[in-house]
């Protein structure tokens, strides 16, 4: 089973990329699956604003490949968060509520859950 689970889309500061042709690419490469992982960095140091995410539109994003995709591709739902620690907090009460399945590893990462 190959997967790659650290993609980055137009939703985030740092990718200009479309789902759509992400997903081609995939199916292309003969993955089994992707996850989406783009970033959620409040107050960012270099660009406080640069990664802020819109939750509502990402997910609506992902949801809908999610539904039209299912028999090519599997495809989840992840975020990468910031981990400055005056802000641990502010991101745990971004994430919560989404539909994101995060795993908390010993760094205090949040992690996309794919199995």
């Known amino acids: ?57 990402y997910i609506k994003e992902v949801r809908s490949f999610q539904d039209t995709c299912h028999d090519r591709l599997s495809i989840r739902l992840g975020i990468e968060v910031g981990l400055q620690p005056h802000i641990t907090e502010i991101n745990r009460k971004a994430v919560t509520g989404h539909p994101f399945l995060p795993r908390c590893s010993r760094n205090r990462s949040l992690l996309p859950e794919i199995l």
């Open 1 to 57: 089973m190959l997967w790659d689970t650290h993609m980055h889309t137009h939703h985030s500061g740092d990718s200009d990329a479309l789902m759509p042709d992400m997903i081609q690419a995939a199916v292309r490469q003969n993955l089994d699956g992707i996850c989406f992982t783009d970033h959620f960095d409040y107050d960012y140091p270099d660009d406080p604003n640069l990664f802020l995410l819109d939750f509502d539109s």
